[in-house]
């Protein structure tokens, strides 16, 4: 094994392991390491995995991310980013937050009824349901860290 790594170089394995030392935590989040591609000439290029816009991100943070690569890997190791969009193997942090969040309990009749009137001349569609979630989260939200009445 020692005379591969010494001849391949640490796998993208190795790098996903620490990637989150190597790049941070807002970084890790949302991109992972897919291959190291070697080079004949000069450094490897590093392929990189990221979750939609954050690849204009990472394209400007490239010089920053090659040196924190370098400094573990090792003096000229990796010499180019190889962006790459598309869905990382692990959901992002926010939507494994709220898909383990405890569901909100429901308002009580006389809080429904006051956002039903509130509501009564919009007309039916996609604003109204939005507004009617928006003026449940708000009435939960003055029941209980307000401590207000709704």
């Known amino acids: 094994m020692r005379s591969l790594d010494d ?12 990637w989150r030392e190597i790049v941070g935590e ?8 897919v291959k190291v591609i070697k ?12 979750a939609g816009a954050v690849a204009a991100l990472v394209q400007h943070q490239a010089p920053l991310i090659l040196d924190r690569l370098n400094l573990y890997l ?6 180019k980013l190889r962006i790459v969009q598309g869905p990382l193997s ?19 009749a006389a809080a429904e009824q ?5 509501l009564a001349e919009t007309p039916e569609g996609p604003l109204k349901e939005a507004l009617t979630r928006l003026g449940r989260e708000v009435m939960r939200g003055q029941n209980g860290e307000l401590g207000g009445g709704g």
């Open 114 to 118: 006051r956002l039903a009137d509130g």
């Open 7 to 18: 001849k391949f170089g640490e796998g993208p394995d190795t790098l996903r392991a620490r």
């Open 39 to 50: 080079s004949r000439v000069g450094g490897a290029t590093l392929e990189l995995k990221v």
């Open 26 to 33: 807002a970084l890790a989040s949302r991109s992972e390491p």
């Open 90 to 108: 692990r959901p992002p942090p926010l939507l494994r937050a709220a898909s383990s969040r405890r569901p909100r309990p429901p308002l009580d």
């Open 74 to 79: 090792g003096l000229g190791a990796v010499a």
